[in-house]
């Protein structure tokens, strides 16, 4: 197997602790970053890189790990421009919401959803995700919700099953017996093609004791649980999260002290979602709070056609350093070590010896650009497994 070094990297983040200080981007400077197949098998400083069959030179640009988005929404049909245009212009919307995408969702064809979710996957890749979870949730009947996941996970290893996105609309009066559906015929139809459930536990879609059941039931059937929880008002996700060991607890909008205790004192990350708040123009999540507090923050876009139509991990990074108290270093981090974290994934997310050779070259000398130059294309490579993608 012939080995590539990329060399002349002004600035390389590593994530890799042990190499300077405990710093947690594990910064590099005039680096290199050898690449074997698929995976990273030497990382330092450009003198010192061992001799290779080929060899890349980055021109003094930075190289990071490929962003980790760990929450998206991306196998749906359909568009919600007028909704976000009212939304944007004061006016009143009374539309479905979710269901708008719901009912879409249900009349596309299988060739739809799955040219509408290459599409977008493609537009991530361009701008440096190498790592996608993917849902389902706008299907919500036992064949619509299967048929989303099948699609995603031939595209994906991350693929969360989220029938309790909102309670379907045929069970609008009967809620308790949607819940049974969703914990019994549905989860057995999904289970064989996700490795996650997902539950929104929020008013209006299922409370704490809707969410325990559906997601112990989904661990009963070897799924492993991650929360929407507590993004429009205080609730009880967040802790329910902690307590049944979910991997990730997304939004987290509205903390009181107890939630924040209780993300510190147990492994469960929080997955923060600026495109959400900037699309709603809502409240921020208090990033400065979490990290201050001792909790492992991730970043993620949140990619749905409703409330956060962005597959941008950069614009995100951008976001949480403006306006949610994060430094560039720590949002860089949250958007690859942490969406790793949020996944439970070790070989993704860090560039050391072992991990997937995922990697993003900046036309820019440092990854704190990401936050400076916002809005700026600024990713001119992406490697995937050791392969060239962009
Ligand atoms: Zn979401």
Redesign the pocket.
Known sequence: MSATVITNIATLVTNDPSLRDSDPLGLVRDAAVVVEGDRVVWTGESSKAPPTDNRVDAGGRAVLPGFVDS???LVFAGDRTEEFNARMSGRPYSAGGIRTTVAATRAASDAELEGNLTRHLAEALRQGTTTFET?S?YGLTVEDEARALRIAAARTDEVTY?GAHIVAPEFADDPAGYVALVTGEMLNACAPHARWI?V?CEKGAFDGDQARAILTAGKAKGLHPRI?ANQLSYGPGVQLAVELDAASA??CTHLTDADVDALASGATVATL?PG?EFSTRAAWPDARRLLDAGVTVALST?C?PG??FTSSVPFCIALAVRDMGMTPDEAVWAATAGGAAALRRTDVGRLVPGAYADLVMLDAPSHVHLAYRPGVPLVTSVWRRGVREV
Do not use: I, T
């Open positions: 929450h998206s929404h849902k949730g989220l997902d929104f929407h997304d939004h979602l959400a949140d749905n409330s956060s």
